[in-house]
């Protein structure tokens, strides 16, 4: 018996010491073990620890390095490093008085709204391509931007940073966008997802929508967008959609995005959006942003709201959760695999960024930053929209001098007058030196126009008297009044009324100059539509020039100079009053948290065509300095059998008789003429930009799917088409048809 007992405890003692010998080689492998490509996640993952994996999923607070918008933790040990994003839509963001750090200097690009207007995705690449080029030299891994959210409403705040009220073109852009930036290896971000339509009450406000309005206004520009252009990362919304919050919504982030659309990407939060850590990460919510604030200034509302509460998202509230059983380790595993999946494809995890001292760089190199200010101008002049031109006022010909009036042509550097917006307020404020901003005046002077912005001592602004006008249309060739509103991140726009000080000074100078047998122009310096009915008479022609950026000044003079023919159209629509919009009874009120959306579907001009309410400026519109026609209309064949997965082919001439080269945007619409289900009277199913010299003529295709002639079953829960006849319109603007066709839809044909 005691020979035996003392076999046994020494078959123990090895035993334990096999254990302890193996647990010391798998610490020293542990040691050893090293993020290196996707392959190697899953045993990353088995090495973390619970603390490592509760950091990994919460930012690394804000500011990020530098100033950045905000960082992830790194884990040296396991060789997962910190990667960087950065704002925003309009350009790279970092730094500034808010972030505390010393400005980055970066190109201020035009808002995402006037590159919608190019309708234009080889002008919108290039843009993206610049901005990748500038994230790169900032060390920058993921770009937050595009925002594809419908402009339900021409007050909503952040309009600018969107790019139209139309889910085809939101989603085309967005594309172009995506896959423009990450072709330069810097991931971008699509967001807000979703139903992220106004400011007011931006971090709790509950969207109250029906499914078929959701899916065939609200997601199809992120469908789109995903499945074409596959972002590296999702941002997920601040207000919540039919009772739960986005970034806790696991029927978008999970059942639609992952499901149903195969997103293989990263979803982070917006900053301080998520309210319960838990549920989000639950839903789908990868990376909660951006961690704990450490800023300069005092903590603001929107922080407040989450951070000074027990929920707030830190890494010890996840570890402890995931201890008691509240958060399965299953689900912290998959969180942590999709921000893995993100980190590998970066360039600071490739080694890319090791070589650059980011602390100390401000600014770009000189061949980027001329690089991006070319690109900036031009596509700043391909989306600005020619609203009025009566008797030919534009081009100018044989001007030679301006009287430019206004208070936003005023530029007064000590005091912060730049003489031009070149973009909205917030996240997408990008650090631009004053110096190198580009105001009218000096684009109109870079052009070689004489300047008029003087009289009698004084600018020439709102307030302007009958004797001033007068002296003026006697001694400058034309007239010009700049008339600008601001945008911004955080605040809603108040009204879309002209102020009546400035629809004076219009009618002051057009009076002065019409008696001279001279013109006026309107230049509008804006980022959303504004009232115009009441004005446009006065003026002989009007230009949007939008918030276009800081070589904004050089654009606009491009324009009127005629060295660059304007091709822009109309991205959302211009309504005669605000009492016309049909979201104007439900929008923007600080005491109403629930914004039910009982337009459904009929969101911009879809609603204006099908309740023929007539448009100031309607969706798709822009003048040229040259004329189009539109001949020839063909379709492949005049009905489309359900049974066969066939696209329809559709083609038009379209030829430029005018005399001076230009580009026509031709737009495809599609209306089911005798719908037994709501659908809106036409919808943009298509369009193409085109360039023609005078005289020449180009056929302009269109491949129709049956995407395009569907609506979202609510039954089924999918997209059908109905059998029955549809109207095939094209035209220069949604109401400008020029060429109709009809298409019988069947089933079963033999």
């Known amino acids: 018996m005691g020979d035996r007992l003392i076999k046994i405890v020494s078959s123990v003692v090895f035993a334990i010491f096999l254990m302890r010998g193996e647990g010391v080689a798998a610490h020293e492998n542990n040691k050893t073990l090293k993020l290196v490509n996707e392959a190697s996640i899953d045993n990353i993952i088995k090495a973390m620890t619970l603390d490592e994996k509760a950091r990994l999923v919460i930012g690394s607070d804000y500011p990020g390095p530098n100033g950045t918008a905000g960082a992830t933790h790194p884990i040296p040990r396991l060789g997962i490093p910190s990667i960087i994003f950065s704002d925003g839509p309009a350009g790279v963001r970092i730094g500034g008085f808010f972030a505390g750090a010393a400005p980055r200097f970066a190109t201020a690009f035009p808002i995402p709204t006037l590159l919608a207007a190019t309708w234009d995705v080889n002008q919108i690449a290039k843009v993206a391509k610049a901005m990748g080029h500038e994230s790169r030299e900032y060390g920058v891994d993921v770009l937050l931007a595009p925002g594809v959210n419908i402009q339900r409403n021409p007050l909503g705040g952040r309009n600018f940073e969107y790019y139209s009220e139309d889910p085809f073109l939101s989603g085309t852009m967005a594309t172009a966008f995506i896959k423009g930036v990450q072709a ?28 078929k309005a959701l899916r065939e206004i609200y997601l199809p520009a992120f469908e789109m967008t995903v499945k074409q252009a596959k972002p590296w990362t999702v941002m997920s919304a601040y207000n919540a959609v039919n009772g739960t919050f986005a970034t806790q919504n696991s029927y978008l982030l999970t059942n639609i995005l992952r499901n149903e659309w195969r997103f293989d990407g990263l979803v982070l939060s917006d900053w301080w959006a998520v309210k319960d850590p838990f549920a989000a990460l639950k839903a789908g919510n990868d990376l ?3 961690g704990v604030y450490r800023g300069p200034l005092p903590m603001p509302d929107l922080i407040k709201q989450v951070y000074m509460k027990e929920s707030a998202p830190t890494a010890d509230l996840i570890k402890m ?18 921000i893995l999946k993100l980190i590998v494809k970066t360039p600071t995890f490739k080694g890319e960024y090791k070589n650059v001292n980011y602390k100390q760089k401000i600014a770009l190199t000189k061949q980027t930053a001329d690089e991006s200010l070319r690109i900036s101008r031009k596509a700043a002049a391909e ?34 007058k730049l003489g031009i917006i070149i973009g909205g307020g917030g996240s997408s404020q990008v650090n631009v030196e004053p110096k190198n901003i580009i105001s009218l005046i000096q684009g109109l002077k870079n052009a070689n126009y004489t300047v008029v912005d003087f009289a009698n001592g004084d600018k020439l602004m709102e307030g302007l008297n009958t004797r001033t006008a007068a002296y003026l249309a006697k001694n400058t060739d034309i007239g010009l009044v700049s008339i600008g509103r601001e945008s911004t991140e955080g605040a809603d726009i108040s009204h879309m009324n002209m102020k009546p000080e400035e629809v004076q000074l219009i009618k002051e100078l057009s009076n002065a100059y019409h008696a001279e047998g001279k013109k006026l122009v309107v230049v509008l310096n804006i980022g959303a539509p504004i009232e115009v009915a009441s004005w446009r008479d006065f003026a002989d022609a009007i230009l949007l020039a939008w918030q276009p950026g800081q070589e904004g000044g050089n654009a606009i003079a491009d324009i009127l100079s005629g060295k660059i023919n304007p091709s822009g159209k109309l991205p959302e629509t211009f309504p005669v009053k605000y009492s016309d919009v049909p979201t104007s009874r439900n929008f923007g009120d600080p005491t109403i948290h629930t914004i039910n959306y009982t337009e459904g579907i009929y969101v911009g001009y879809r609603y204006y065509d099908t309740k023929n309410i007539k448009a100031a400026y309607p969706f798709g519109y822009g003048l040229s300095y040259t004329n189009f026609t539109y001949k020839n209309l063909q379709l492949s064949s005049d009905k489309i059998d359900l049974d066969k997965n066939k696209p329809l082919i559709v083609s038009v001439d379209v030829s430029n008789t005018g005399n001076t080269e230009g580009k026509e945007v031709v737009q495809l619409y599609i209306g089911d003429k005798h719908s037994t289900i709501q659908r809106p009277y036409k919808e943009l199913k298509g369009f193409k930009k085109i360039l023609l010299k005078p005289g020449q003529t180009k056929t302009v295709k269109f491949s129709v799917s049956k995407r395009a002639l569907s ?5 089924y829960t999918t997209w059908v088409v109905k059998p029955g006849l549809f109207t095939i319109s094209i035209g220069s603007s949604s109401q400008d048809i020029r060429q109709q066709g009809e298409l019988r839809v069947i089933e079963n044909d033999v």
């Open 184 to 211: 330069i290896g810097v991931g971008t971000s699509l967001k807000h997802f979703a139903v992220n339509n106004q400011e007011t009450n931006r971090t709790t406000y509950n969207a109250v929508i029906d499914e």
């Open 288 to 290: 909660i942003m951006p």
């Open 321 to 338: 959760a995931t201890q008691n059983g509240t958060l399965s380790e299953n689900t912290l595993d998959l969180r942590v695999r999709n």
């Open 383 to 416: 989306g600005m929209v020619l609203l009025k031109n009566n008797d030919n006022t534009l081009p100018f010909n044989r001007i030679t001098s301006i009287a430019v009036a206004g208070k936003n042509a005023v530029v007064d550097l000590a005091n912060n």
């Open 711 to 715: 609506v979202y079953n609510l039954k």
